[in-house]
């Protein structure tokens, strides 16, 4: 059974922010939100994760609603080379570990 | 972030042959290894998992005897496809976890393994 639900796909303007939304309504206390991008042909890439505070780095900035229940992955400044397929995924972190379970992600293409 | 590498990228066999795949963790140790399979425009699906130094662990559906997994030190599995049939054709991809990696999985760039 899929844990999170994403839109099958979006459109973005290159240079604007793409928003990328998660529905994960049965998340548990102590389970993390992964977000993943897969570029065709090519192994997924890690982007980001979190427990419950916003995080930020280098590539996105991930905003978890106070409920759990939601997150939001934002790439600030969309390139071409961002079109891929997004993965948000929800895991139990240490003491043994899991494998991801993917669902089918967000399409997004990015317009030039 | 952390590194993972794949050998072969890509392998073409005859059917009945058996191919081996190798994933190594290049600047981390991996306390664990996956294993998934990829079929055009599917997602990825969870082969098996393993721990250095003990068995794999196979998720429902998966032929352990087909596919022979190997973990024998904390930077290198092996996947081995025995008596390869036209049907395992896909695209083959590991991940690393733990060590300086953290509770992050790190993936490698995949196999694409084209059995004839």
Known sequence: DAKTTQPPSMDCAEGRAANLPCNHSTISGNEYVYWYRQIHSQGPQYIIHGLKNNETNEMASLIITEDRKSSTLILPHATLRDTAVYYCIVRVTGGGADGLTFGKGTHLIIQP | ?116
């Open chain 2, 1 to 116: 972030g952390a590194v993972v590498s794949q050998h072969p990228s890509w392998v073409i066999c005859k059917s009945g042959t058996s191919v081996k795949i190798e994933c190594r963790s290049l600047d981390f140790q991996a306390t664990t290894m996956f294993w998934y399979r990829q079929f055009p425009k599917q997602s990825l699906m969870l082969m098996a998992t393993s721990n250095e130094g003990s068995k794999a662990t196979y998720e429902q559906g998966v032929e352990k005897d087909k596919f022979l997994i190997n973990h024998a030190s904390l930077t290198l599995s092996t996947l081995t496809v025995t008596s390869a049939h036209p049907e395992d054709s896909s695209f083959y991809i590991c991940s690393a976890e733990g060590g300086l990696a953290g509770v992050v999985q790190f993936f490698g760039p995949g196999t694409r393994l084209t059995v004839l």
